[in-house]
């Protein structure tokens, strides 16, 4: 397996801009899968947005989904400016470390969609290469018409000898790149 960094965004939307709204990330996870297959090395990131886009109905709607509260990402979170240089460091820590040559996620164009805007300009800063969405590989294995969700995809590989824990903490950065690190590992075999 190529070593590679594993990614997971929580948000206040979804990609794209409706009327003067645009979606913002509030929490960033990543791990790292080396080679021999092992998830290292995780971080974890509140990015603080301004409270009246956390005071939207839009935001607020996306937040009841990952129950991040937006007193968290106000009195914990790094700024946009701060947490993307932050995350830019730690790839080249893992680049250097680990031999990681590319980024993967869950749902690739979620997140990505979001990491290509700026501030984050995440491919230019890093030069990783985008890998295979760890949806499409679950979707093939598991046999679906379509991309299955998180759960699903954990549940089919539990029962199919490769256990991969579930924490209930579905739809928080660090804990959705771990499980999506796992499922990468467990389909690419």
Known sequence: MVPCVVIDTETTGFPGTRGRFRARIIELGAVVVT??????????????????????????????VHGIAARTVLEQGLDEQAAAPR?????????????????????????????EQSPWDFFERTGLAAGEDIMET???????????????AVEHANRHGAPIPWHGAAH????DARMAAMMAVRFAE
Request: aromatic content about 12%; overall charge positive.
């Open 172 to 175: 928080r950065a660090a804990e």
């Open 87 to 115: 995350l830019a460091r730690w790839v080249e820590r893992v680049q250097e470390r680990f031999g990681v040559e590319e980024v993967r996620a869950y749902n690739q164009s979620f997140d990505f969609w979001f990491l």
């Open 35 to 64: 080679e021999d297959r092992r998830v290292v090395s995780p971080i974890s990131v509140f990015v603080r947005q301004p409270r009246a886009h956390l005071n939207s109905w839009q935001a607020k709607r996306a937040m009841k």
């Open 138 to 152: 679950a979707r093939r294995a598991m046999r679906c018409a379509k991309g299955p969700k998180l759960q699903k």
